[in-house]
């Protein structure tokens, strides 16, 4: 402390309390800004304390023009640096480190940084951009750059952030609370985009282990678990046709059909005996993908999940950074490139999201500031036996805030077309998968949880206003009703449901050897009992080709070419019937092992025609469906269907009409025996010549070839309440799909 900044009185006099300089030697002080930084010393002049444990000697500078206006004097506590100076002024830091200077902005020298109205909105649990509010903000203070750190850790007696710019120390940047938000902030000037940091808090039982930032924007690589200071998003958008177009594209009477997929082991690089090497990051991806997409026809790709998370082997349903795209596949700015590239291509991209649990490593969420901050206290509500994860407490209006800004950030910022909701079912049921005692009832001593389905009323209602056209898709297995009726009517407000009972009866009609299918009849035929209760979507996905349940091909009875035809035949029908379309990658084109996260697809199949012959038979269907009004029109109302025949079960024929809302139709004729069937008759409501449009028999799928050689002219024969009548060649395990001319 120089003489010339000096204004008298001893050092002894400048120093703080002992209890004070005692609890920030510990690190235990809870309001750092008391006693460090400037403070006026009511004549004009300023006192100035700064606590850098390690440093050597602390100059003190002007900030403009950095002048010297003197030293602050090492205390007798190590890393205590006191001065006092006749004016008061902005200035700098010049910290010797040792081995390196640092010049710098003090950051106790800045005042409270979040405004009063995003603290009320986020413990009101409705901030809609918390992404841009809370965790690294780049940003400017008083003209100063740097990183303004906020979290949220109500019951810590302190919070520091640190990383690698302060050592790791937490005595060097303990943060200040705003109360009563209980949000922890500090601004640290000049740190740059790219710098690793976690929180250091104290709870009420000693220093926890270190936290990832809840709101990080960007991550280290797994298995590595700080936070990364992101740079704001920089993508350049060229997808606003796209956007102006998409509430049409995702409306209930245009075609939907997804195609599932797990970034990582769609198609890795591999080496010379075909081990996987690494996996692609997002723009190769988009550079292989897009043409595969467009090639099959889909019109969406929904991904599994992409936020960041630490164990693989969860496939991403274990997320902890809910606002950060995983590492393993680039920066953010690669997954905006790659949402932009699929949507200049014409193709939507569907994210699947985890608002029901998240997992109990220490690095996260669990026990965040030393409670139950995040997850309910109790086990009975905040435990997932099924999955070893921890349970969101969506009552607590902080972390029913905090998920509602994590969808609003996909849909918004990353321009995600929808979000599917993974696992409804077991948070709108506080017993799913307890028994008797292990769970707690609501308020009212029911089953039903009250917050959860607040929570996804709430989330609902509010995409719908801030991302109009944007989808959100519920996993849902059970009866609840009105999963997809409006908020305003009672129901959840999603546009659409899994449709999980037809995946489940279909594929255990499909299962049966033919000679049983007889006693399954009305599995396939049950579904339509229903269709038009929700708005469905037909989903064979990820979980239905794994863990020993076999790959779709291999689920189908039979010798090689039945379990081809079966397979052929079973999309025909998914893809004819009513509700939209998902399938998961490699069910395509008929992979017979069961999916493996931590391998690629066997695209070596394509070199053997039946595979390339379902390739292209889902390529051919996804055409007819786009282009066919009739097949996804009128999915979600009665008279887009009619049956013609349901009750052939001594056959196994099914033959059902769809129709347009101009009132065209369609003839589809199932026959799933390997029985050929010639002139089957069937009535239709035209007269004329109808058109095969799909036989899943044909020779170009790898069929038999047997059918109607495309074209069959109708009787004047009544059948089937109709006037006239087609006397159709059904091929074996096999679908027609037949429009008048």
């Known amino acids: 402390m120089s003489s010339s900044g000096q204004a008298g009185g001893g050092k002894d006099a400048l120093l703080p309390e002992i209890a004070d300089i005692q609890a920030l030697v510990r690190a235990e002080h809870p309001d750092p800004f008391s006693v460090l930084g400037p403070h006026a010393d009511g004549k004009g002049g300023q006192l100035i304390r700064a606590f850098l444990p390690g440093a050597v000697s602390v100059q003190v500078l002007v900030r403009e023009g950095q002048a010297l206006l003197g030293s602050l004097e090492q205390a007798q506590t190590p890393g205590l640096f006191v001065g006092h100076f006749a004016q008061a002024q902005a200035y700098l830091l010049q910290v010797d480190w040792g081995d390196v200077q640092q010049i710098s902005e003090d950051p106790y020298s800045f005042g409270p940084l979040l405004g009063e109205m995003d603290l009320y909105l986020f413990a009101e649990g409705n901030h809609r951009d918390l992404s841009h509010c809370l965790g690294a903000q780049l940003t400017h203070v008083d003209g100063v750059p740097g990183v303004r750190f906020a979290v949220w850790a109500p019951n810590a007696r302190r919070v520091s952030v640190v990383g690698d710019f302060n050592g790791w120390d937490g005595r060097r940047h303990p943060m200040r609370l705003r109360h009563p938000s209980g949000v922890w902030e500090l601004f640290v000037p000049r740190l740059l985009a790219g710098e690793a940091y976690k929180y250091e808090i104290l709870g009420a039982q000693g220093i926890l282990p270190l936290k990832a930032d809840p709101m990080a924007l960007q991550t280290q690589l797994p298995p590595l678990t700080a936070s990364i200071v992101a740079a704001p998003l920089n993508i350049d958008w060229q997808d606003a046709d796209w956007m102006h177009a998409r509430a049409q594209h995702q409306r209930t009477d245009a075609a939907l059909s997804i195609y599932e997929l797990h970034v990582g082991s769609w198609q890795c690089e591999v080496d010379d005996v075909g081990d996987v090497s690494r996996q692609y990051n997002w723009r190769e991806l988009a550079e292989r993908l897009i043409p595969y997409v467009q090639q099959l026809g889909f019109t969406h790709i929904e991904l599994m999940p992409i936020m960041e998370h630490p164990f693989g082997g969860s496939w991403g349903y274990q997320p902890l950074s809910q606002f950060a795209p995983s590492a393993r596949y680039g920066s953010p700015e690669d997954f905006g490139a790659f949402v932009n590239a699929c949507h200049v291509a014409g193709i939507g991209v569907i994210l699947d999201w985890v608002p029901a649990h998240f997992p109990n490593d220490t690095h996260g969420l669990a026990q965040f500031d030393g409670t139950a901050l995040y997850e309910y206290a109790d086990p009975r509500e905040g435990f997932h036996q099924d999955w070893n994860t921890l349970i969101y407490n969506l009552g607590r209006t902080e972390v029913h805030g905090f998920m509602l800004a994590s969808a609003l950030h996909w849909l918004k910022h990353y321009h995600v077309d929808g979000l599917r909701v993974d696992a409804v079912?077991?948070?709108?049921?506080?017993?799913?998968?307890?028994?008797?005692?292990?769970?707690?009832?609501?308020?009212?001593?029911?089953?039903?949880?009250?917050?959860?389905?607040?929570?996804?009323?709430?989330?609902?209602?509010?995409?719908?206003?801030?991302?109009?056209?944007?989808?959100?898709?519920?996993?849902?297995s059970t009866a609840w009703p009105g999963v997809t009726q409006g908020t305003e009517q009672g129901g959840l407000g999603f546009s659409y449901k899994w449709n999980m009972g037809w995946m489940h009866d279909s594929l255990h009609y499909i299962q049966q050897d033919p000679v049983y299918r007889a006693h399954h009849h009305n599995e396939l035929s049950f579904g339509l009992v229903y269709a038009w209760h929700e708005h469905f979507i037909l989903p064979i996905s990820h979980d239905e080709v794994v863990h020993g349940k076999h790959s779709l091909i291999d689920k189908m009875p039979g010798d090689r070419w039945q379990k081809f035809a079966n397979l052929r035949a079973y999309l025909s029908f998914m893809w004819a019937h009513p509700g939209k379309k998902l399938l998961f990658m490699g069910c395509e084109f008929g992979q017979w092992r069961e999916w493996n996260h931590d391998q690629q697809l066997d695209w070596y199949l394509l070199q053997y025609p039946e595979h390339r012959g379902v390739q292209k038979l889902v390529s051919d269907l996804n055409q007819l469906y786009r282009e066919e009004p009739a097949l996804h029109e009128q999915d979600d109302v009665p008279q887009g269907f009619q049956w013609l025949i349901g009750d052939d079960a001594t056959n196994s024929v099914y033959a059902w009409l769809?129709?347009?809302?101009?009132?065209?139709?369609?003839?589809?004729?199932?026959?799933?025996?390997?029985?050929?069937?010639?002139?089957?008759?069937?009535?239709?409501?035209?007269a004329g010549i109808w058109h095969e449009i799909i036989n899943s028999d044909a020779g170009v799928y790898s069929g038999s070839n047997y059918g109607n050689g495309g074209g069959v002219n109708t009787d004047p024969q009544p059948s089937h309440g109709q006037e006239v009548s087609l006397a159709l060649n059904l091929p074996p395990l096999g679908v027609l799909i037949l429009r008048a001319e």
């Open 425 to 476: 079912a077991s948070m709108l049921y506080r017993d799913y998968s307890r028994k008797a005692g292990e769970w707690v009832p609501n308020i009212h001593g029911g089953r039903e949880n009250l917050e959860a389905i607040d929570f996804l009323r709430h989330l609902n209602d509010v995409v719908a206003l801030e991302v109009p056209g944007a989808l959100v898709i519920a996993e849902e």
């Open 658 to 686: 769809r129709w347009s809302k101009a009132g065209k139709p369609v003839l589809v004729v199932a026959n799933f025996t390997p029985v050929p069937r010639e002139a089957y008759r069937v009535g239709v409501p035209e």
